[in-house]
């Protein structure tokens, strides 16, 4: 997404807000610039669904990719997919659903760029079982600035291949990529959701679930205080065996929702709005637990149905807060992080707690690894919204905890260092001509340029 001027891609937070010395839409994979021509450093970029800085280049050349939109193969037999990097997951499922395929893994948005996915090399509600979405890629094609297209698997340049996956768009321009999807039966997902009063329960009930489903997630309500520090709704999903249920036609989705202005978070995040919010959210669903069966959509892509919703933060945007601390301190230090949090009235509508899985993320750099993660958004109030995130890393710190880059805007350099060890190993693979406004505030070269 570009704001009005075209100069200025945005990401999904809407902060920081930066300026592009140039926007370059690349449009055929066969006529790509000549990338050492560009004055200063570039960095591709997908549709801006990243939250904080990871997808923006202040003062450098924006590679805009998401007009690669051409599918080049399809194995129906094997599921493998090979289509240029600017395809979206949304355009995927089009094509794959109606075939009896689906995306092996998926974000909770379908409006990214499959680029996108490798460089941040995204998770979803089935990581438990599937882990991430780059697990399933088997190759892609890499054009770096010296004008070499590098061909990268698990077995041809691996190493590259594993700066690359999580590698936050620094190490050349992914022009296609090939992946394996998922069968599926039909379109359809057997849910269960089950409401929990406390933190045991969610973590009793992700300990009886995930072995059963291959999908889970929760939404949280943090503002409840002690003794029982949260509340909320465990959803976990199978995929649909019936066959009959594949000749159903899945229903139109409705018109999507849009915000078509800036609202003001004083007015629609408050302390008050939020409990109102949590409150009726926690209650619409009465019995403890709910079963049934639905298409995809409003399981995967609940948010999608609005768009822009982002808006809602108004124009100084928002900090959405995601990071996962391990298992060993899981209970206790998600309680203290809660606690932390209730205690300062801080919070959000969409608390999403989810334990990841065992699986090992193939990134040098991926953000996933064993523990509880909890993804939190935090309206944009200017200084004292900084001061309070500054003090929450420390709480998180002291559990072990570890930040996710596509979500960030603000970690520290040293907290980013601490949770990648691997980011020196890591620089060697970075195209020289390639940076982004996150690389250069989490290595400490530039302090960053943001508005606030
Ligand atoms: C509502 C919502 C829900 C989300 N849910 C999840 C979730 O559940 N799990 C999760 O992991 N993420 C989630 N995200 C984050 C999102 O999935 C990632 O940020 C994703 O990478 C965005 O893809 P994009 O195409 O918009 O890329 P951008 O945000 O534009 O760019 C992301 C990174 O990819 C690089 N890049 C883009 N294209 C290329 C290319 N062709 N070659 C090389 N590098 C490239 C960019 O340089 C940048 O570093 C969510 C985002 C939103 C808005």
Redesign the pocket.
């Known amino acids: 997404m570009f704001s009005e001027n075209k100069q200025s891609p945005t990401?999904?937070g809407r902060y920081p807000k930066v300026k592009s010395k140039q926007v370059v839409p690349l449009f055929w994979r066969s006529e790509l610039p000549d990338l050492a021509s560009f004055d200063g450093s570039v960095?591709?970029?997908?549709?801006?669904?990243?939250?904080g800085d990871?997808?923006l280049n202040d003062s450098g050349v924006t590679l805009d990719?998401?007009r690669?939109t051409n599918f080049i193969a399809f194995d129906d037999q094997e599921g493998l997919l090979k289509c240029e990097?600017?395809v979206?997951l949304a355009n995927v499922l089009e094509l794959a659903v109606p075939r009896g395929w689906f995306l092996p893994v998926s974000?909770?948005?379908k409006?990214?760029?499959v680029?996108?996915?490798?460089?941040?090399d995204?998770?979803?509600?089935n990581h438990h079982s599937a882990g991430t979405f780059g697990c399933h890629v088997t190759q892609f094609e890499l054009l770096r600035s010296t004008g070499e297209h590098i061909i990268c698997s698990p077995t041809q340049n691996p190493e590259l291949f594993r700066a690359?996956i999580g590698?936050?768009?620094?190490?050349?321009?992914?022009?296609w990529a090939e992946f394996r999807l998922k069968r599926i039966v039909n379109p359809y997902i057997d849910t269960v959701s089950v409401r929990f009063e406390s933190l045991d329960e969610f973590f009793d009930l992700s300990a009886e679930f995930e072995p059963q489903y291959e999908y889970s997630v929760s939404w949280v309500d943090m503002l409840i205080g002690e003794p029982n520090t949260c509340r909320g709704k465990f959803s976990a999903g199978n995929n649909n065996q019936d066959p009959d249920l594949a000749k159903k036609p899945l229903k139109k989705s409705k018109l999507p929702l849009s915000i078509p202005f800036d609202l003001s978070p004083a007015l629609t995040v408050n302390p008050l709005s939020l409990k109102a919010f949590n409150e009726l959210y926690y209650h619409v669903q009465v019995q403890k637990r709910v079963e049934k069966t639905s298409s995809y959509e409003p399981f995967f892509y609940p948010?999608?149905s609005i768009h822009d919703w982002?808006r809602m933060y108004g124009s100084r945007g928002f900090f959405q807060y995601q990071f996962v601390i391990p298992f060993e301190d899981g209970r206790n230090g998600m309680r203290s992080i809660m606690r932390f949090i209730a205690k300062n009235d801080e919070g959000s509508f969409l608390n999403v707690l989810k334990e990841f899985g065992t699986r090992k993320s193939p990134g040098m750099l991926s953000?996933p690894r064993p523990g509880v993660n909890l993804a939190i958004d935090f309206a944009n109030r200017g200084p004292r919204t900084l001061r309070f995130l500054d003090k929450l890393d420390r709480v998180v710190e002291d559990s072990g905890g570890a930040f996710?880059p596509?979500?960030d805007a603000r970690m520290s350099s040293a907290s980013f260092k601490k949770c990648y060890p691997e980011w020196d190993e890591f620089q060697k693979y970075i195209d020289p001509k390639f940076s982004?406004t996150?690389w250069r505030r989490v290595t400490g070269e530039e302090k960053s340029s943001v508005l606030v």
């Open positions: 990401s999904w960095l591709p970029y997908g549709y801006g669904r990243s939250y990871s997808c990719a998401s690669l990097a600017g979206s974000p909770g948005t409006f990214v760029s680029g996108g996915a490798i460089a941040n995204v998770h979803g509600k690359t590698g936050l768009g620094l190490t050349g321009i992914i022009i948010l999608d982002n953000f996710y596509a979500k982004s996150f």
